[in-house]
């Protein structure tokens, strides 16, 4: 028996819908907000780099022609490259490892924290990838290690953009502090440009702290791309070749 | 008014009640409809673990490519093939000249290479109806469905290749075009009496459910506290 990917999907979807009102509650309406379309946005670019880099793909569901020959078709909604479902599973993940990490480690250091939530975040998707992997809802194609057909590369790239996503998430939104690292360069891009003050972000009003956060992780995202290259260069120069030859 | 501040400054590392200030109740409420949800998730994904336990067992399975949108048949309804023989691997998993298709036509056959492998795309199976025993379309089909070699693994089912012996190359050594670890999922899956894979899900799920009963349970201790 295969479990196609539009069961994966109706079943994300429906948590999803769910997960969305609990989550509402559980962090404010604004706020939560505020999380989901960062998280949308950030995993959607991961993912799409990921699909560009040809280091994971959505392809067996992509091709019309092929996954008209499954009985309930494959992705319905795609962000480009991406399918939505992908996206709001790693929303999902993310925002409850959040919560978790605040429940179980509330006087903790917010890295702490963030570092908490990217390891239980590993956990989810050390549950999800054999299944997706299995019933091709996504692949990799990627020269590295694999446990259970996972490549190890996809385990730490996991855990580093929950780890910074939720470290930025509590710094900009929940914590409202400036790092002094980037304090300078945010008072001369989009303080200066969008907000037309060097005001702390404690000081900032919402809207601005909203637009900050978004800020971040740009930052966030750039901060990613030098954890994991370094990761994928050193998996790529010991593990053999690639899983499966370039070029599909 | 202190007690108020007291709460405050608690929940304020997940929640910040300075700004929208949702009721306690209401944030306990949402924490618990997330982590029940998320419940439900890793047991829906046991489950689907279980339904995908068949597959996982053919170490093929994750290393073979999908077909090429040209290869895809205009199947009329009714004819799809069931869902194992997506599993038959094709040739371009296999690189360098070693494992190239070889196309050599047999004694006896008439019609040309190309004509053959025209006809054998016109369905997922390669053998269109009405073909006899003989024909060109079966050979081509043959030798354009390799094996793929994984160390320590067998043919994929589903795939029957019939390469006639002369042409047949030597496939014995393991082709170094595989990672370390691939495949494992399948020893995972065929491990414990084929049931290594359901158990793998069972623990991890559990374990995870586990982690999320906890932060419900704090989350209700805090709000029994105040």
Known sequence: MKANVIVFEALTFILFLIFYQGASRAMGKARHRGFFIGALLFSLAIQTAAVWGGVMNFYWYQLNTYYKHYPLGGYIIWLGLVPLAACLIWYMVAATCQMLGALLLPKAKIWSRSAVAGAIAVGFYALIEPVAVTNHWWTFNLKSFYIIDIPLVALFAVFGSVFIFNAIYELTVLQQRDMKALKKFEDRTIKRIAFKSNKYAKNLNWTQLEWLFLFRLIIGLVAFAVYITPVIAIFWAVANRGQIPPGW | ?226
């Open chain 2, 1 to 226: 008014m202190a007690n108020k501040r007291i709460e405050l400054e608690q929940y304020k590392h997940y929640v910040s009640l300075l700004h929208e200030e949702p009721p306690r109740k209401t944030v306990r409420k949402g924490v618990k409809i997330c982590f029940i949800v998320m419940m439900l998730l890793c047991l829906g994904l046991f489950v689907l673990a279980v339904m995908s336990s068949s597959l996982a067992q053919n170490p093929g399975n994750i290393l073979e490519k999908p077909p090429a949108p040209s290869a895809a048949p205009s199947t009329t309804p009714g004819t799809e093939l069931p869902s194992n023989t997506q599993q038959i691997p094709t040739q371009q998993q296999i690189p360098t000249q070693e494992q190239a298709p070889v196309q050599i036509p047999t004694p006896g056959s008439k019609a040309p290479v190309d004509n053959a492998i025209a006809v054998r795309d016109t369905g997922l199976t390669g053998i269109p109806v009405g073909t006899r025993d003989g024909d060109l379309v079966a050979q081509a089909s043959s030798t354009s469905s390799p094996v793929v070699t994984i160390p320590g693994t067998s043919t994929p089912t589903g795939s029957t290749p019939s390469t006639a012996p002369q042409t047949k190359k030597p496939t014995a050594t393991p082709l170094p075009t595989t990672n370390k670890g691939a495949g494992s999922l399948a020893k995972l899956t065929n491990g414990a009496g084929g049931r290594g894979l359901q158990i793998y899900v069972l623990v991890l799920a559990m374990g995870l459910i586990v982690i999320l009963y906890l932060g419900m349970r704090r989350a209700g201790l805090e709000g029994r506290a105040k």
